[in-house]
């Protein structure tokens, strides 16, 4: 399986993928740490921090809708990146419930975020 990685390192503030792009890989933080987020540069809303060992980037690549946060380096960062087509051969040899499950649990994450899209522009709009 490590084989199937890239290792590549990204300097501070260093964007990695933007909100929108394709979902081509998943990256795992082998040092340093990784900022989610959604917005603009300026006006970035912060969903969730990576640290060693975290994973980042697998929602795009199961369902293969776009990206929906930017990820940036914070610091220093080191990464291993999987290419989605490693990870969808491992997940089509699954069991078909197991994928089932997998897709569920992504469209429920989607759903979620859209409605806080939804709910944070309501809020902005009073």
């Known amino acids: 399986m490590s084989a199937a990685f890239e290792r590549r390192t990204f ?4 964007l990695i993928f933007k909100e929108g792009d394709p979902g081509d890989s998943l990256y795992v933080v082998e040092s340093g ?3 989610i987020w959604r917005g603009d540069v300026e006006h970035p809303t912060v969903i969730g ?3 060693t060992s975290g994973i980042f980037g697998e929602m795009a690549i199961f369902d293969r809708k776009p990206r929906m946060a930017h990820a940036s ?4 960062s080191v990464l291993m990146r999987m290419p989605a087509s490693v990870l969808r051969e491992g997940l089509y040899g699954a069991d078909p419930l197991l994928r089932q499950l997998v897709q569920l649990l992504i469209d429920n994450i989607r759903t979620m975020a859209r409605r806080l899209d939804e709910l944070e522009a ?5």
């Open 33 to 35: 740490r990784v900022r």
């Open 11 to 14: 300097a501070p503030g260093e």
């Open 73 to 76: 380096a914070e610091v220093e």
């Open 122 to 126: 309501k809020l902005g709009a009073e």
């Open 49 to 51: 921090r990576v640290e």
